[in-house]
């Protein structure tokens, strides 16, 4: 712990400075204003609405724009938004919401049912738009606004997710000049024109992204005036400069080390929130990435399109010990696709199906697959060459690191070998389909349609020179049969046995190995931020969260409220997570990135 406080020290970027007098600078500026400052370590694809999809993008987004619905702090019920109020017809396929009169677009217009039926009439009608949130609208018939506050969508057949339709409204004033959604990343002209509780105003690559404070959002105004998102490539320099005061926020990526979280509890002034996250963290499998036009690429191996072979590496990897000995007690082993957060929809495996740790079983699997041991203990391909699986893991998270050196034992003891390949950018050889294996990860919301929906032939590029909304080219009919009942499900018990049958065949299939669900660990200084609201309020998370609660509520701890919606200091840490990964997402917007391991809200 001694090593790692020092190493940190020398790699912050930023020269020593007394934490109580940094700590006053960081929380306000020479002009006076309340400035919280987040210490970010992620890249972000883009800040258009319409092309991102990591959790940083995402976050921002929520920070920005509204959705016509939101979900409470307290247990993430579905609460207004944009909209005040909505009713479906009897027959369920047409939707009528009531859109708010006192919500204003940053440059002074009103906010009106025409922005959201021109966002996802566009959507409906441009590929491009289409690109991170086309699943939400690919059953929507027409979209039109007969007044300024009634919105109106007719359906094709009934949809599930018609009060949780995570879409950011954008101003059709503004977008509506946009030529080329594939290639605009709403990055080059600020302020950029939002409704949402904070306006973006400031963006720098590799160094900072500035938001200020919108005092005329209609849920109250923020009561710190600006949030900076300040870029750090070495998360222990993060720490280091949250420690002297630099920062006042830090969440990792997307969650600190527990050798960081270890080394920061007990510091004067810093709170350490460690609390069930929303996440999953997983090893992906290229299933051989294809198109919706049948074309294949890539280069993945072609031992993994046997599901024996993809069971038998599964079965070689130590969960207990991956939580154990790289988590170190902060996660909860993996089993369904979707965290136990949301009990509705968790599923694990019955023991008669689950594959569990079992190296001997593992390779007699291979050994049925015909993938057998020569002399030299290795297993050879068809090709008669030795099996050795590309691993794409992310350089900057430790967590990948780790468990990479333990595949490399793990299947090393079956004969195979692992080369673990860990890039800054793993969006290139990712949409390329040239890996065999990846580390990946997805944020869940309360409505889980988004993670579903990826594993669809839908989401597959419709071309291999397009990209497409496909976590790993997973295309399997069965489960698509299953996702279009779900979507089209309203009793709530029978829809959540359908994403329960869903997630078995996921875990059947073995294209997805679900390893832990991580805690979300993240720290922040309570000499600069007095309260935060954590979502859900009892153990929850700041950063990260289905909405802009933790920023919108913190209170400046120098401010003399400490109410703020907030119930607990612990509350104060969550929000401050959510910062530090929107922060993140705005450093790097200067290239679209594929939603992989610190992906997607």
Known sequence: MAALVLTAGLATPLAPAAPQARAAENASDTSGKKVLTVAVAQSVDSLSPFLAVRLVSTSIHRLMYEYLTNYAPEDAHVVPGLATKWEASPDKLTWTYTIRSDSMWSDGRRATAEDAAWTFNKMMTDPDAATANGSFVANFAQVTAPSPTRLVIRLKKPQATMTALDVPIVPKHIWEKVTDFSEFNNDKSFPVVGNGPFILT????????????????????????????????????????????????????????????????????????????????????????????????????????DQRVRHALFMAVDRKAVIDKVFQGHAVEGQGYIPPRYPAYFWKPPEDRRLAYDPVRAGRLLDEAGYRKNADGKRA?????????????????????????????????????????????????????????????????????????????????????????????????????????????????????????????????????????????????????????????????????????????????????????????????????????????????????????????
Request: net charge neutral; with cysteine; charged share 25%.
């Open 202 to 305: 400031d963006y720098k690559p590799d160094s900072h992204v500035r938001l200020k404070a919108n005092k005329n959002f209609w849920r109250g105004a923020p009561k710190f005036d600006e949030l900076v998102f300040r870029y750090y490539k070495d998360q222990d320099a993060a720490v280091a400069a949250l420690r002297k005061g630099e920062v006042s926020f830090v969440a990792g990526s997307p969650s600190l080390t527990p050798a960081q979280a270890a080394s920061l509890k007990g510091e004067k002034n810093i709170r350490v929130n460690d609390a069930p996250g929303r996440r999953f963290y997983a090893l992906a499998v290229n299933p051989g990435a294809r198109a919706r036009n049948g074309e294949r690429f890539g280069d993945g191996h072609p031992s993994l399109h």
């Open 381 to 601: 391909g068809k090709d008669g060459k030795p099996l050795n699986y590309r691993v794409l893991c992310h350089a900057t998270d430790s967590n990948d690191k780790a468990i990479g050196t333990y595949l490399q034992e793990w299947w090393g003891r079956l004969g195979i070998g692992v080369t673990l390949t860990c890039l800054d950018n793993v969006t290139d050889p990712w949409l390329a389909g040239t890996y065999d294996l990846a580390f990946d990860g997805w944020s869940v919301n309360p409505d889980p349609d988004f993670v579903l929906s990826i594993h669809t032939c839908a989401a597959l590029p419709a071309t291999p020179r397009d990209t497409g909304a496909t976590d790993n080219f997973i295309c399997d009919k069965t489960y698509d049969e299953l996702y279009a009942k779900q979507l089209a499900e309203y009793d709530p018990a029978k829809r959540a046995d359908l994403v329960r049958r869903m997630q078995a065949r996921l875990y059947d299939l073995g294209y997805m190995n679900v390893m832990a669900y991580p805690n979300a660990v993240e720290a922040y200084r309570t000499d600069q931020i007095a309260s935060i609201t954590t979502m859900p309020a009892k153990a929850g998370n700041i950063y990260g969260q289905d909405g802009y609660w933790s920023w919108w509520s913190a209170v400046p701890a120098d401010s003399g409220d400490s109410s703020g919606g907030s119930t607990s200091a612990g509350v104060v840490a969550g929000i401050v997570a959510g910062a530090a990964a929107l922060a993140g997402l705005v450093v790097f917007l200067a290239l679209r990135r594929r939603a992989t391991a610190d992906d997607r809200e």
